[in-house]
Nanobody, 119 residues
């Protein structure tokens, strides 16, 4: 089992910055990819950014150039630095970890942290 705990969500004005953190505990063996997803009211959960164990990153087009994902393996923590925030970034942000065992992939989720960007 893997436990994920997010922190760092807050209310911020348009153009502001926030850094989200996701601390992991438990059996991290075979965790290949970690990432952030978000879900706005009335919308489906969507990918924001991911980072592999090798440091390869992937971003949603809507956040490219504004958000940066990084990881500190010594702390089992993944970060999401969010700059130039917009009202449309308002959502609950969820931390994710993917475990690959053979052909099977397992998803672990945190409880979510609220990010609200005021206009």
């Amino acid at each position: 089992q893997v436990q994920l705990v997010e922190s760092g969500g807050d209310l911020v004005q348009t153009g502001g910055s926030l850094r989200l953190s996701c601390a992991a505990s438990g059996n991290m063996f075979d965790i290949n990819t970690r990432g952030w997803y978000r879900q706005a009211p009335g919308k489906q959960r969507e990918l924001v950014a991911t980072i592999t164990r090798y440091g390869n990153t992937n971003y949603a087009d809507s956040v490219k150039g504004r958000f940066t994902i990084s990881r500190d393996d010594a702390k089992n923590t993944v970060y999401l630095q969010m700059n130039a925030l917009k009202p449309e970034d308002t959502a609950v942000y969820y931390c994710n970890a993917k475990k690959q065992i053979g052909i099977y992939e397992y998803d672990y989720w945190g409880q979510g942290t609220q990010v609200t960007v005021s206009s």
